[in-house]
Nanobody, 119 residues
């Protein structure tokens, strides 16, 4: 299993970024996927997940601002992040997620991509 995130960077508050996670080594179209993040000095927190059928789930602090999607033809999952806040600053990881609800379970992880929200 290989997961490679990209799209992170420095953005001003209120700005947008789209993260991508390219997957290989497993049957992506049959796999649920998650995005999680780790802010400096804090633990890992789950952000969003998407099942193979396209059902999506979000944690409360990103609802209405972030959108998860997937392109099974490209073996890629995305996280569109709008209205970014300084507290969204973190390393963002994608992961395989056999279970999303009620508590996400994670399998393999990518290496992460840094998102910094600052003026």
């Amino acid at each position: 299993v290989q997961l490679v995130e990209s799209g992170g960077g420095l953005v001003q508050p209120g700005g947008s970024l789209r993260l991508s996670c390219a997957a290989s080594g497993f049957t992506f179209r049959d796999s649920a996927m998650s995005w999680a993040r780790q802010a400096p000095g804090k633990g890992l927190e789950w952000v969003s997940g998407i099942y193979s059928d396209g059902d999506t789930y979000y944690t409360n602090f990103v609802k209405g601002r972030f959108t998860i999607s997937r392109d099974n033809a490209k073996n890629t999952v995305y996280l569109q992040m709008n209205s970014l806040k300084p507290e969204d600053t973190a390393v963002y990881y994608c992961a395989t997620s056999p279970i999303l609800q009620p508590t996400p379970v994670f399998g393999s992880w990518g290496q992460g991509t840094q998102v910094t929200v600052s003026s």
